[in-house]
């Protein structure tokens, strides 16, 4: 069940406009790491999204340009706890 990503009072993310995907770290961790989905990936499209005015997006992409890639989609990663 994917709940929506609040980021502050005043702007929150639907969870319909999220991907999220798990897998499997690489990397040290022990055989735990191994076993269990334990990176995380949260995907947005900048430019589809709803929740975004048009001067947040122009500032998403001037600020992490650099992580969007070419079909506009936005992607943070996390494996650490």
Do not use: W, Y
């Not at 702007?11 to 770290?25: G, K, Q």
């Amino acid at each position: 069940m994917k709940s929506d990503l609040i980021i502050d009072e005043q702007l929150t993310i639907p969870a319909d406009e999220l991907i999220i995907d798990v897998a499997r770290s690489s990397g040290p961790g022990g055989q735990h790491v191994n076993k269990s989905n334990t990176k995380v990936r949260v995907s947005l499209f900048i430019a589809g999204s709803s929740a975004l005015s048009s001067e947040q997006k122009t500032q998403i992409f001037s600020r992490l340009g650099h992580r969007i890639n070419r079909s506009g989609l936005l992607a943070v990663e996390c494996d650490r706890a």
